[in-house]
């Protein structure tokens, strides 16, 4: 068996990330994994988030060993994913990156920020995931990479065209499987799934593309314009629909 190819998807909140996550569960040669460095993020920036306390017991708050043992360790399938929030970067020594397939996936703030604010109450500009996500960008084309940048509208407006560029880009097989799955939980959910994954459990494939109606709320503004140059530079970046890997 070749080196098994190791995939980090490095997302934002709120992002259909859950079901890209799904989409490559289907696939007969990967094995997945739900945000690993959860521990490590909740540990280092005291942010507030659902169930908190809880997952602070549960998960493994070291991330040398995480980066270690488990994103860099032994793998049985020749690819694995793991589905990661930019964000739980924070404070971490990010050479393994050199070692990983980097994608992107962003989505719109302006579609974004009212769910958010469902589950964090008060974000920042951290909590988005897009100043890390810009920032990356930049740095793995320094270390040589290309990598290639999603954005869930385009996602959802064309998920075979969409993925199918994906996969040419990082170099695996397209497979038709990678366009539905079984409804409800799945046993490689995180254990943060009761809080944040009730819509993705009642999915069985990509979701039609709706655009949120109504006034963006005026709490959230100064936000939204700390996300705007963020968002902007990576979406210049990202594979649109209508393109056919």
């Known amino acids: 068996m070749r080196d098994t190819t190791r995939l980090c998807l490095w997302s934002g909140p709120r992002n259909v990330s859950t079901a890209l996550m799904y989409s490559f569960r289907q696939r007969r040669d990967t094995r997945v994994l739900d945000e690993p460095l959860y521990g490590h993020y909740l540990h280092v920036s005291r942010a507030e988030q659902p169930g908190r306390d809880e997952l602070l017991k549960t998960l493994d708050l070291d991330a040398e060993r995480v980066v270690r043992d488990v994103v860099l ?6 690819v694995l994913f793991m589905k990661q929030m930019a964000h739980h970067l924070l404070g971490l020594d990010r050479d393994f990156l050199a070692a990983t397939v980097n994608v992107l996936l962003i ?5 974004m920020l009212p769910s958010l604010v469902n589950q964090v109450k008060a974000p ?3 909590d988005t995931g897009l100043g ?14 290309d990598p290639p940048v999603l954005a869930a509208k385009e996602l959802l407006l064309d998920p075979e065209g969409v993925l ?50 109504g006034p963006f709320p005026e709490k959230l503004k ?17 594979i649109r629909a209508g393109t056919r890997g």
Request: hydrophobic share 30%; proline share 9%.
């Open 222 to 238: 100064p936000l939204l314009d700390e996300c705007k140059p963020h968002y902007d530079f990576l979406y210049g970046n990202a």
């Open 73 to 78: 360790g032994p793998c049985n399938r020749p």
């Open 164 to 213: 199918r560029e994906l996969c040419r880009r990082i170099e695996l097989p397209f497979e038709e499987a990678m366009l539905d799955w079984p409804a409800g939980p799945k046993p490689e959910d995180g254990s943060w799934a009761k809080h944040w994954y009730h819509n993705i459990h009642r999915s069985t494939g990509y979701m039609e593309y709706k655009e949120k109606t």
């Open 107 to 111: 989505r719109d703030p302006e579609q």
């Open 124 to 126: 920042i500009l951290r």
């Open 132 to 145: 890390m996500q810009s920032a990356l960008l930049k740095d793995l084309r320094a270390l040589g990479q």
